[in-house]
């Protein structure tokens, strides 16, 4: 069965600095996604990015960047320049195919300092 | 935009209630998904459904049931409600090949 870890449960950054969150997984497929979703305290549940494993180039959106290690099955969350709005639950969480269930990790909480 | 619409936000129940918590989706999406949220395990499957009056166990189906007579709303029932079933439930909604979308989740306090 797939596994899913953010070892860092709970971690802070200055406003404006970089931070990385980690998540690595555990399965036998060869084809699969990843993604990272972010919960503010709204509770709603927003795509931040993802990545096909079949990509070799790490996925990008604005300031949120990944490093995708196939090999080593890790798929960290780079935030550059972080903002107080990235204040959040960061949930790293793996999808294989065929089927579209998703695995999440237990969770990341950031806290953005001014 | 997508929309998901979970039909309460915060609910309080007695043990041995009924309990349905409603999702309802917009969009005419096949796949849609019942989650639980707790502090420290994430977010657990509970059940899922890939078309009307279909339906697949997750990970943590005991205590629960689900029902979906129409294609836009997915109902998880709770039969029996017991204290270890107070949570968050998230709903989402999947259309094949595109990124899950969730509702704004229930907050479910069972005295």
């Known amino acids: 069965a797939q596994t899913v870890t953010q070892s860092q449960p709970e971690m802070s950054v200055q406003e404006a600095e970089t931070v990385t969150l980690s998540c690595t997984y555990d399965t036998s497929e060869n084809n699969y996604y990843l993604f990272w979703y972010k919960q503010p305290p709204s509770r709603q549940m927003i795509l931040v990015i993802r990545q096909e494993a079949y990509k070799q180039q790490n996925a990008t959106e604005n300031r949120f960047s990944v490093n995708f290690q196939k090999a080593a099955k890790s798929f960290s969350l780079k935030i550059s320049d972080s903002q107080l709005g990235d204040t959040a639950m960061y949930f790293c969480?793996?999808?294989?195919?065929?089927?579209?269930?998703?695995?999440f990790g237990t969770g990341t909480r950031l806290q953005v300092f001014p | 935009d997508v929309k998901v619409t979970q039909s309460s936000r915060y609910l309080v129940k007695r043990t041995g209630e009924k309990v349905f918590l409603e999702c309802v989706q917009d969009m005419d999406h096949e796949n849609m998904f019942w989650y639980r949220q707790d502090p420290g395990l994430g977010l657990r499957l509970i059940y899922f459904?890939?078309?009307?009056?279909?339906?697949e166990k997750g990970d943590i189906p005991e205590g629960y049931s689900v029902s979906r007579e129409k294609k836009e709303r997915f109902s998880l029932i709770l039969e029996s409600a017991s204290t270890n079933q107070t949570s968050m439930y998230l709903c989402?909604?999947?259309?094949?090949?595109?990124?899950?979308?969730f509702g704004d989740g229930t907050r479910l306090s069972i005295l």
């Open positions: 989402a909604i999947l259309k094949r090949g595109q990124p899950q979308h």
């Open positions: 459904s890939y078309d009307v009056k279909m339906k």
């Open positions: 969480a793996f999808r294989g195919l065929p089927t579209d269930k998703l695995i």
